[in-house]
C-alpha cells in the first residue's frame, strides 16, 4: 500500500545510501564533475517505481502531480524529465529534485558490483575514468572494504518492501508508473 510511511521509509534509505556513496567517493577523490549529466541524457537509465514514490508524493501535495504525469508521457524514451539542461552537447545539466532523486542517481559514477567470479570489482562512469588521474586499480586495492556494493544496497530498498524491486524502467517510465498509481489512489480517497 502506497503510504507516507513507506515514503518515508523509502527517502531515509535513499539519504543512507547518498552518505555511503558520498563518503567513497570522498575517500577515492573520485567524484563526478561539476555539472556533469551525462548519465542523465541516457533514456535507458532506469529504476524501480517504487524509488520515486518519495517524489511522488511530493508532487501530489504540493498540486504539481498531474503537470510531471503529462511531462513524463511526452518524455518517454528521451532523457531524465528531472534534468535541467545546461548543455546538451557537453552533457551538463543538474536534477531538478535532487532531494528526490532514486537510487541509480545516488550510486552512478562510483560504485562495486560482484563479478561472475563473486568478486568486487569497481563501476565507474566513462567519464571519471577519462578524466581520472590517479591509478584505479590502486582505490580499488586501498579502499575495497570501503567500496559501496550496489546488490546490498538495492536489497536494503527491498528489504522494506519486497515488491520494491519487482521491475526496473526508464527512469521517466518509472515515474509515470508510480504517479499513475498515486493520482489513481488519492482519487479514491477523495471520493
Partial sequence: MLS???TKNILDELELASQAFARFQSASQLTCPEGCGKCCFNPEVSCTPYELLPLAFYLLENNLAEDFLEKAKASLGEHCLL???IDKDKGKGNCSQ????PFVCRAFGVAARSNKNNLNELSICK???EQSSFNLDDIHTKLTGEVPLLEVWKKRLEVIDPALNT???PINEALLIMLEKLL???SYLSF
Fill in 184 to 186: 489513481l489512489l488519492n
Fill in 98 to 101: 535532487y532531494k528526490f532523486r
Fill in 167 to 169: 521491475i526496473e524502467k
Fill in 4 to 6: 507516507k510511511e513507506l
Fill in 127 to 129: 567519464t571519471l575514468k
Fill in 83 to 85: 534534468l535541467t539542461v
